[in-house]
T-cell receptor, first 113, second 114 residues
Framework: AQSVSQHNHHVILSEAASLELGCNYSYGGTVNLFWYVQYPGQHLQLLLKYFSGDPLVKGIKGFEAEFIKSKFSFNLRKPSVQWSDTAEYFCAVTDSGTYKYIFGTGTRLKVLA | DAGVIQSPRHEVTEMGQEVTLRCKPISGHNSLFWYRQTMMRGLELLIYFNNNVPIDDSGMPEDRFSAKMPNASFSTLKIQPSEPRDSAVYFC????????????FGSGTRLTVV
């Protein structure tokens, strides 16, 4: 069965620090990959997505993610975080034959001002 | 577009009562999903519909939970009878298959069963 692992459950950074959140999935076929963000008290919002093509995907608010097929990874990055990036981040995967997402357990990011 | 609309935003009910959560997906979206979010279990897919037909309800925890989608613009998730362990945030999401697999989530219903 497909699964998604986010190994960092809690991350605390100072403003202007660089961010990388790990996401690994287990599935041998063609996958679609997503990162969602959930700000405190709000619903999930799509940050970025990968279907095919350039493995480096740029999303909103300065976030990017790199798909490395050989490592089954889709890590989220941001060169310089801001206090307003404090949120929970979810990685999700779905295979090309279905649009049923498998979500990771989420990573809570706290950015200190 | 107003996005995915869920009601109510908050619901507090007593154990044993029936609870009905409502969702209006984005017009034209043909897939609808109900998720439950708790601190302990994260995001769990309860059920999803395609073209108003339930495709996968394997995530529905037990018979106390039921979901319907009588038409393309409305879905309900019902819990009867409710229990304290059902307390969670319930999200509805919709998507348009074929063009964009990204979901649009509603703002959620925070359910508290006392």
């Amino acid at each position: 069965a497909q699964s998604v692992s986010q190994h960092n459950h809690h991350v605390i950074l100072s403003e202007a620090a660089s961010l990388e959140l790990g996401c690994n999935y287990s599935y041998g076929g063609t996958v679609n990959l997503f990162w969602y963000v959930q700000y405190p008290g709000q619903h999930l919002q799509l940050l970025l997505k990968y279907f095919s093509g350039d493995p480096l995907v740029k999303g909103i608010k300065g976030f990017e993610a790199e798909f490395i097929k050989s490592k089954f990874s889709f890590n989220l990055r941001k060169p310089s975080v801001q206090w307003s990036d404090t949120a929970e981040y979810f990685c999700a995967v779905t295979d090309s034959g279905t649009y049923k997402y498998i979500f990771g357990t989420g990573t809570r990011l706290k950015v200190l001002a | 577009d107003a996005g995915v609309i869920q009601s109510p935003r908050h619901e507090v009910t007593e154990m044993g009562q029936e609870v009905t959560l409502r969702c209006k997906p984005i017009s034209g979206h043909n897939s609808l999903f109900w998720y439950r979010q708790t601190m302990m279990r994260g995001l769990e897919l309860l059920i999803y519909f395609n073209n108003n037909v339930p495709i996968d309800d394997s995530g529905m925890p037990e018979d106390r939970f039921s979901a319907k989608m009588p038409n393309a613009s409305f879905s309900t998730l019902k819990i009867q009878p409710s229990e304290p362990r059902d307390s969670a945030v319930y999200f509805c999401a919709s998507s348009l298959r074929g063009l964009d697999y990204g979901y649009t989530f509603g703002s959620g219903t925070r359910l508290t069963v006392v």
